[in-house]
């Protein structure tokens, strides 16, 4: 078998789950794009719009059901698709035929459909189905060391809806900065940000594109920026780290952090998540090396307990804070389920990125004690500018070379291997890549843009397929195909 793009028919990213192809070639010069369901309309509107102005249609109209006419048409209408809101299925002939769950799974149709006008002019006679592995496919942004502006996250917003990210997590604060605008506290707030009308802006857009904008707000650990204006606020001396950190056993520094929380919830009026953080706070390995933190924690919960403990409870007062406003909490796993008096919220998820330490608990307590789980493989899916930290920048020739999936997550110490198999538990909620800025200036806003895109691209696939039945040829092949077809249409 020859590899490359001559093996693919259907030149799209990510791939159906299923496909049947048959003879014939859909590229009308006219059409209409007919909504059945008067809450597809956007999205009709949105196809016919992208078809005029790719140049693929000298004329598309869209329109509701009402409407008929002798062109060729593109129908949108709800039904049964598959098993998840983004399930879609499609005829296409003459005319084409979209049945969606939802909104967001007709767009997910559309999106096929431009690829291969991209990539080849033409979109082939099929019948395609196609439900996604995962639910929650994910990128995570540090754009709190590096200053991304606004109109760049919102380009971002659209390169990742079109190859099916639909989370975009938006870290904000960073122990370098500060980077959106605050009402309650305008002193932390650095000389370079978001302010909050383009904040409002970006999380419009990223409704519009369905994807679920998560505010990361890390807390209590990450906040020298922030602590340098609150000093009164900071952790007492005792350990590495202890400058970054909030005092967690002073009541009137956990209702600071709690203001800064209330201050950005209006920016983000769309999303139901959010990422309180918790990872790093102090050092874990030597947690008792601070000894505000050992004796608060004995004092309230015994002779055994220690800092763990204290952070747990912190975690879960948060968290409850998060959850009266109508956000689901979520908090990274290094330094979770590791207390001895103190058990973390059974609601919150964990956004599995690492076990490099031993004392890490591993990803089987997690999944045995029911916690929802995002795979944020940090071997694989860590974009760290600058390869900081012994990372090195991730590949889609990598990804392929570990067979990665959504549920293949970071190894155990020594290599052990920590995986869910497909079909995954509903606990599996998703994956997610990540851009960290550690050290800023290693690449401009729009090098990071370019760079990350194979590495993104093979991401989606696999999370939406669970693997791919792609070779990493094929995959490549497709990708750099659509990448020339955005670069030629920009260059216009």
């Known amino acids: 078998m020859s590899t490359g793009l001559a093996d693919v028919s259907w030149i799209a990213l990510p791939q159906p789950t299923e496909l049947a192809l048959r003879e014939g070639r859909w590229r009308p010069s006219r059409l209409l794009v007919v909504a059945a369901d008067a809450a597809l309309l956007p999205e009709a509107r949105r196809f016919?719009?992208?078809?005029?102005?790719?140049?693929?249609v000298t004329d598309a109209e869209a329109a509701d059901a009402?409407?008929?006419?002798?062109?060729?048409v593109v129908r949108l209408h709800f039904g049964?698709?598959?098993?998840?809101?983004?399930?879609?299925?499609?005829?296409?002939?003459?005319d084409v035929d979209i049945t969606a769950e939802t909104a967001a799974g007709a767009f997910r149709a559309t999106r096929q459909l431009l690829h291969n006008l991209r990539a080849q002019n033409f979109v082939p006679h099929a019948v395609v189905r196609s439900s996604p592995a995962v639910g929650e496919r994910g990128l995570h942004l540090d754009a709190a060391r590096k200053h991304f502006s606004a109109e760049w996250i919102m380009r971002l917003l659209h390169d990742?809806?079109?190859?099916?990210?639909?989370?975009?997590?938006?870290?904000?604060?960073?122990n370098e900065g500060f980077r959106i605008g605050s009402s309650a506290h305008p002193e932390i707030v650095s000389d370079e940000h978001v302010t909050r009308?383009?904040?409002?802006?970006?999380?419009?857009?990223?409704?519009?594109?369905?994807?679920?904008?998560?505010?990361?707000?890390?807390?209590?650990?990450?906040?020298e920026h922030v602590l340098a204006k609150h000093p009164e606020y900071r952790m007492p001396h005792g350990g590495p780290l202890s400058e970054r950190a909030l005092d967690i056993t002073d009541p009137r520094a956990v209702d600071f952090a709690l203001t800064l929380i209330d201050d950005l919830i209006p920016l983000f009026p769309h999303s139901t998540r959010w990422h309180l953080g918790g990872d790093e706070f102090v050092d874990f390995a030597d947690i008792d090396a601070y000894p505000s933190l050992r004796e608060a924690a004995r004092e309230r919960f015994g002779a055994a307990a220690s800092g763990f403990d204290l952070l747990t409870e912190f975690v879960n007062r948060v968290a409850a804070h998060l959850r009266a406003r109508g956000f689901a909490p979520r908090v990274w796993n290094d330094g979770m389920l590791r207390g001895s008096a103190i058990t973390l919220g059974s609601d919150i998820a964990l956004t599995w990125w690492t076990n490099w330490h031993a004392a890490m608990r591993p990803l089987a307590e997690a999944v045995d004690a029911g916690y929802d789980l995002v795979n944020f493989n940090d071997n694989l899916l860590y974009y760290v500018l600058g390869e900081q930290a012994g990372y090195i920048y991730p590949t889609s020739e990598r990804i392929w070379a570990a067979d990665w999936h959504p549920g293949l997550f970071p190894?155990?110490?020594?290599?052990?291997?920590?995986e869910l198999a497909a079909p995954y538990p509903p606990q599996l909620r998703g994956t997610s890549f990540s851009i960290w800025s550690d050290q800023p200036d290693a690449q401009s806003a729009d090098e990071v843009r370019t760079s990350i895109r194979r590495p993104l691209c093979a991401m989606a696939e696999r999370s939406w397929n669970g693997g791919?039945?792609?070779?990493?040829?094929?995959?490549?092949?497709?990708?750099?195909?659509?990448?020339?077809?955005?670069?030629?249409?920009?260059?216009r």
């Open 411 to 418: 190894a155990l110490p020594g290599g052990t291997r920590q």
């Open 48 to 56: 016919a719009r992208e078809l005029t102005e790719g140049g693929w």
């Open 160 to 174: 990742i809806a079109d190859i099916g990210i639909n989370v975009l997590q938006w870290h904000v604060s960073e």
């Open 80 to 94: 049964p698709a598959g098993p998840t809101a983004e399930s879609f299925a499609m005829t296409v002939g003459d």
């Open 66 to 72: 009402a409407v008929c006419g002798a062109d060729p």
């Open 197 to 223: 009308e383009q904040a409002l802006a970006v999380a419009d857009l990223a409704q519009s594109l369905h994807i679920d904008l998560i505010p990361s707000l890390d807390l209590p650990g990450h906040l």
């Open 468 to 491: 791919s039945a792609l070779t990493h040829e094929q995959f490549a092949a497709i990708d750099e195909h659509l990448t020339a077809s955005l670069d030629l249409a920009a260059a």
